[in-house]
């Protein structure tokens, strides 16, 4: 371009000198006859990170796409458009972050070729980030709509259940023992004049025999009652969690501090999960104290953490495994009270013990990588702390909570 020009093109010239986007003007061998502002910050990065030092265009544009290069080379018409906002997305050596260049080239006259270029990295990794975050927000709307149907459906199949239990439990006391009781009444107040029928000893034996079966009825019924009402008192427990989970997808804070024992939450726990280590035959051993202090906190959080817990635990051992145990000790110290789980499980290595607590990790095929991450955000919230041991694959886990009484 000719620099000597009257004011209105020297106007115009320094309008182009500084426009935003990067402006050179090449000849038919691709020597840079004139470039601006803008061109040279977008060729500077390029020329440093491939040590070009040159200053030809084609040798620069051989870097980001060598087809841009032939197209202008083989460009045989007097004037026209060569190559039109062509998006070219490369790295350079000495970088990790995807640059965008949108290239345009215009052949202007007898060797004369325009070349520009605008750098579109950030505008196109903003509506990436924009068309990720909306993608996020949409799946996590339909999510919550899922969450929501899931948790009305469980709560009215557990509704359902305990109406079942508590028919049952209606039943066994309707069905009173009393005339059977009285039936071994009446035999032994005519217990001799049965035996003149049918012999002493055979007049006692029936007796025996309908005692023994009275007895049997009697203990079967009470351990039927003892395991319904540990039944409802899970369906209680699963209600309350239901409730809080509800409250959470809904938006609602929810923040219930009562006392809180820690011995109602094991025992309620170790039921709710019984079929799943009866199941692999683990034998589930747990040490409390008969009278254990209460803390302050939210009853259903704290045993979704015991129950992540056992769970991980439970997981952990091998079906096939010939030792299967799961120890939990509830220990209580001057101003502490310390919750132990231990179990014989795969274990895990100093690599795995590095991320455990941190979110989206897991070592599950269908993991979340939250399970361990929301239960050290519970127990922390409640002012304890929560730490996991292993000495290694296949010599199982420790998991550690404290509470500060």
Not at 39 to 55: F, I, M
Not at 301 to 330: C, F, G, P, R, Y
Request: proline content about 2%; charged content about 20%; aromatic content about 6%.
């Amino acid at each position: 371009m000719d620099r000597n020009q009257n004011p209105q093109d020297q106007k115009f010239f320094s309008f182009i000198n500084h426009a935003p986007i990067g402006i050179a003007e090449i000849d038919q061998s691709g020597k840079i006859i004139w470039i601006n502002i803008a061109g040279k910050a977008l060729l500077g990065p390029l020329s440093q990170s491939y040590q070009l030092g040159t200053d030809n265009a084609f040798v620069v544009l051989d870097c980001i796409d060598p087809q841009i290069s032939e197209a202008i080379k083989a460009f045989d018409q007097p004037s026209g458009s060569i190559v039109q906002h062509q998006i070219e997305n490369f790295i350079l050596p000495d970088e990790t972050l995807e640059r965008h260049y949108q290239l345009s080239a215009n052949k202007i006259h007898e060797n004369c070729i325009i070349l520009s270029c605008e750098d579109l990295t950030q505008k196109l990794d903003e509506e990436k980030a924009m068309n990720q975050a909306v993608l996020e927000q949409a799946v996590s709307n339909g999510k919550f709509e899922i969450a929501s149907e899931v948790l009305h459906d469980i709560g009215n199949a557990v509704v359902g259940f305990g109406s079942y239990l508590t028919r049952i439990n209606r039943f066994l006391e309707q069905d009173s023992m009393e005339n059977l009781e009285n039936v071994v009444s009446f035999l032994k107040t005519q217990q001799v004049a049965i035996g003149t029928a049918i012999g002493g000893q055979k007049s006692a034996a029936l007796v025996n025999l309908l005692e023994g079966i009275v007895k049997k009825e009697n203990d079967s019924r009470t351990e039927i009652k003892k395991s319904i009402q540990g039944q409802l008192s899970v369906i209680t427990h699963i209600q309350e969690i239901l409730t809080i989970q509800r409250q959470y997808v809904t938006g609602q804070n929810v923040h219930d501090r009562r006392p809180v024992n820690l011995k109602e939450i094991l025992f309620d726990s170790r039921a709710m999960l019984f079929a799943s280590y009866d199941k692999k035959g683990i034998k589930l051993n747990l040490n409390v104290p008969d009278h254990v202090q209460e803390i302050k906190g939210d009853r259903t959080k704290l045993m979704q953490v015991v129950l992540n817990i056992l769970k991980n635990s439970i997981e952990a051992i091998d079906m096939n495994a010939n030792d299967k145990m799961i120890t939990i000790n509830l220990l209580l110290h001057d101003q502490s009270l310390e919750l132990s789980v231990i179990d014989n499980g795969h274990g895990f290595d100093e690599r795995v013990a590095s991320h455990l607590f941190e979110r989206g990790h897991t070592t599950k095929t269908t993991g979340t990588g939250l399970g361990l991450y929301n239960c050290r955000s519970i127990v922390e919230s409640h002012g304890g702390s929560i730490e996991m041991y292993s000495k290694g694959p296949g010599m199982g886990t420790t998991t550690i909570i404290k509470f500060i009484l």
